[in-house]
């Protein structure tokens, strides 16, 4: 019996790759110096595509796959993917939600507890051998009892507010709509529920619909008490204007996983004493990427058993 033939775009996980080679005829884009040539000769026949959401796929592969049935990425966020683009092609697409959205919760809190208290900072402090017997180490801020805004209070955005309602925090949230099953409070303006916020939590998808939605004048209403965390995408944030705030004493802390033009950091960014930094690793555990690389996995073969993924975006 042939094999379905399928594109991957990027080298996957251990769980992924394995179980693509032993099950598909897999087409490895990566190793291709021309994608767009090699998928020119070789992408008639192929039904499936693997990507994930830091790489996605370019719009221009597409005439190049006529038979393509479906996509299956790895990761919540697909701004890298031109949904609409796929369903008027009557592609399907599948990410890997909900799996994820405890272990991004949990690097949110971390970094806001870690930028709040910071640890950073004085991890670097004691190893450089000093101890505060002069007060010489700045006081931190209190986490406890705190406000704490959310942006996209979606099931990650939930989760971040389940973990802070146990610090007796007080929880607002944006939306574009208010939710009718959460008691949380609603507040239909960006800018005062950035006013209010001592801590604004960024969950929302990225993409053009929030495109420095963190624009100049909310982080200003969040000012130099506030601290912004950002777990979603590093395009909701003006970067530039965050780092003009920042300097201008006018923006208190911001902790980011997430930068706007990845993988460069701006130098300022990275040389600033009030900021906390990750590589873009709010998934990366062991336990969770093993999920995600499942859902994948399950996505594509759930498609070619039923024609229908498991978590289909479009
Ligand atoms: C996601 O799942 O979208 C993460 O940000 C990984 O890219």
């Not at 040539?37 to 994930?52: P, Q, S």
């Not at 209190?142 to 007796?168: C, Q």
């Amino acid at each position: 019996m042939a094999t379905t033939k399928i594109v991957q775009v990027a080298s996957g996980t251990p769980l992924v790759n394995s179980h693509l080679q032993e099950n598909y005829e897999v087409l490895a884009l990566w190793e291709q110096a021309d994608p767009q040539a090699y998928l020119a000769e070789h992408g008639k026949g192929v039904r499936g595509l693997v990507t994930t959401a830091g790489h996605g796929l370019k719009n221009e592969w597409l005439d190049s796959l006529p038979d393509l049935g479906v996509v299956s990425s790895f990761g919540v966020g697909y701004d890298t993917i031109d949904a609409t683009e796929l369903k008027k092609r009557g592609i399907q697409l599948g990410n890997t939600p909900d799996v994820l959205n405890a272990c991004v919760a949990d690097l949110a809190v971390c970094l806001l507890l870690g930028s709040a208290r910071q640890l950073v900072r004085g991890d670097r402090y004691v190893r450089e051998g000093r101890w505060p017997t002069e007060g010489a180490f700045p006081l931190a801020q209190s986490v406890s009892g705190k406000n704490v805004g959310i942006v996209g209070l979606g099931g990650i955005g939930l989760e971040v507010a389940r973990r802070l309602s146990g610090f007796d925090c007080e929880i607002r949230y944006h939306n574009r709509k208010a939710r009718a099953d959460v008691s949380y409070g609603y507040e239909a303006s960006l800018t005062a529920l950035a006013e209010w916020a001592d801590y604004l939590v960024l969950t929302c998808v990225g993409g053009p619909a929030t495109y420095h939605l963190i624009n100049r004048e909310v982080l200003l209403a969040l000012g130099g008490k506030g601290t912004v965390v950002n777990v979603s995408r590093g395009t909701v944030i003006d970067e530039q204007a965050m780092i003009a705030l920042l300097q201008q004493d006018k923006l208190g802390f911001a902790a980011l996983d997430v930068f706007e033009h990845e993988p460069e950091v701006p130098q300022l960014l990275r040389e600033h004493e009030r900021v906390t930094l990750m590589p873009h690793a709010a998934s990366a555990t062991v336990e969770t990427r093993l999920k995600m690389s499942q859902r994948v996995i399950d996505n594509l073969d759930r498609f070619f058993d039923t024609g229908e993924v498991i978590s289909r975006v479009v």
